[in-house]
């Protein structure tokens, strides 16, 4: 794929750009009411639109003073390895640096094979000692 004129805006999705961008990934199918108020409680929310389609979007939850937590980071498949994941991760990093308080805990669940790219930005995993591992509860 040629360059790609990506614009990044920091704004909350349409809920159906919100569904087609998490089935379009494999995360299922969400409810519109569900996709609705998981958006509306969203700290943070940001889009990565080419000719006004959104094709890529994260965003953060959490309490806005201790914890958040990067949320949703999607890439439209049609679109990864173009650097358009980078784009958002900067602006969801440039939003907890104005956000988060000193000693805050940010914490994200990466997707297989992905621990790489959020290592980048100074993540890392949680493999036990002194602080036990990283856990999680599928309802």
């Not at 999705?13 to 569900?34: H, M, N, Y």
């Not at 640096?97 to 995993?125: C, H, I, P």
Request: net charge negative; aromatic share 10%.
């Amino acid at each position: 794929m040629d360059k790609v004129k990506v614009q990044i805006e920091s704004v909350q999705p349409e809920v159906d750009e919100f569904i087609r961008l998490r089935s379009k990934v494999g995360w299922g199918e969400t409810p519109a009411s569900v996709a609705e108020t998981a958006l509306n409680n969203s700290l943070y929310c940001v889009v990565a639109r080419c000719e006004n389609a959104v094709i890529g979007f994260g965003r953060i939850v959490g309490d806005g003073a201790m914890f958040f937590y990067i949320q949703d980071l999607i890439v439209d498949p049609d679109y990864q390895g173009l650097g358009i994941g980078h784009l958002l991760m900067q602006q969801l990093e440039s939003y907890l640096n104005q956000a988060a308080n000193k000693g805050a805990t940010v914490g994200l669940l990466s997707a297989r094979d992905k621990e790489d790219f959020y290592a980048r930005y100074g993540y890392m995993e949680r493999t036990g000692e002194p602080l036990g591992l990283g856990m999680c509860k599928f309802i």
